[in-house]
């Protein structure tokens, strides 16, 4: 993966603000999640933080942390998180993402949800107005309702796509499952779209995180925003 200043910023902002020795953390995945694991794994070599545990939220990001020197557990030997980091495809103005294009969004927010502070980490271009304005909206499918899901997804008013490799065979998350790439004219209400989205029977997982993150360390290229969230009911 190159390198990306601004994701970097994001990423040394967040770690130096947000993680203390001893912390259980939930590890990110994609490129601005990698530059988090390499500034722990920084600290953790220079003594600057110690006793770091994590929970990745891919195989990807497994493989990463062992590489960096940061122990993993898994969520059955960890109950509760302290902290997860993670980026964001979409930000909004209320802290409302849309995760997803890296695939995933199931596991993370699974571990976002098990952590006492979830906070995001991204690079300017992620700040949108709305959600939907630059990313669709990636939904997890159990491969034997994919044809259902479609269905009942257009049905609601949804433009849903198989996620595709670049070989042009189906793209499978960690847990096996497809992703539908689902695009609309009309976001408003994203509460109502997670609710109804997350009823389709066969959706594992859509990526709306909705009241989940409290925080977000945006970068600029004048420096590190650090956006915090309006207090709201969650709407998983
Ligand atoms: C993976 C994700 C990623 O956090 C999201 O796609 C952002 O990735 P990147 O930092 O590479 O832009 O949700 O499922």
């Not at 601005?32 to 003594?47: F, N, P, Q, S």
């Not at 030997?77 to 997860?84: E, F, I, N």
């Not at 909206?137 to 491969?143: C, T």
């Amino acid at each position: 993966m190159s390198r990306d200043p601004l994701k970097h910023a994001a990423a040394v902002a967040a770690v130096d603000a947000e993680v203390r020795p001893g912390m259980r953390l939930g590890l990110g995945t994609g490129s601005t999640a990698d530059e988090v694991l390499i500034a722990l794994g920084e600290r953790l070599a220079d003594d600057r933080l110690h006793d770091l545990v994590g929970v990745a939220t891919s195989e990807a990001t497994a493989a990463r942390a062992a590489q960096l020197g940061i122990a993993l557990a898994s969520l059955d030997d960890v109950h509760r998180l302290d902290l997860a980091v993670d980026g964001a495809d979409e930000i909004d103005p209320e802290l409302r993402l849309i995760k997803g294009l890296g695939g995933a969004h199931l596991r993370e927010k699974v571990v976002a949800c098990a952590a006492d502070r979830m906070v995001g980490v991204a690079d300017a271009c992620k700040l949108v107005g709305r959600l939907g304005e630059r990313a669709p909206l990636p939904v997890e499918v159990i491969a034997f309702a994919r044809g259902a899901c479609e269905r009942h997804l257009e049905d609601l008013g949804w433009r849903p796509a198989v996620r595709l490799r670049h070989d042009g065979r189906a793209f499978r998350t960690d847990e096996g499952n497809l992703i539908l790439d689902c695009h609309r004219d009309e976001w408003s209400d994203p509460e109502r779209l997670a609710a109804d989205v997350g009823a389709v029977p066969g959706v594992v997982a859509h990526g709306f995180f909705i009241g989940i993150a409290r925080a977000a360390f945006v970068a600029t290229p004048s420096g590190v925003r650090v956006l915090e969230a309006p207090a709201a009911a969650p709407s998983r």
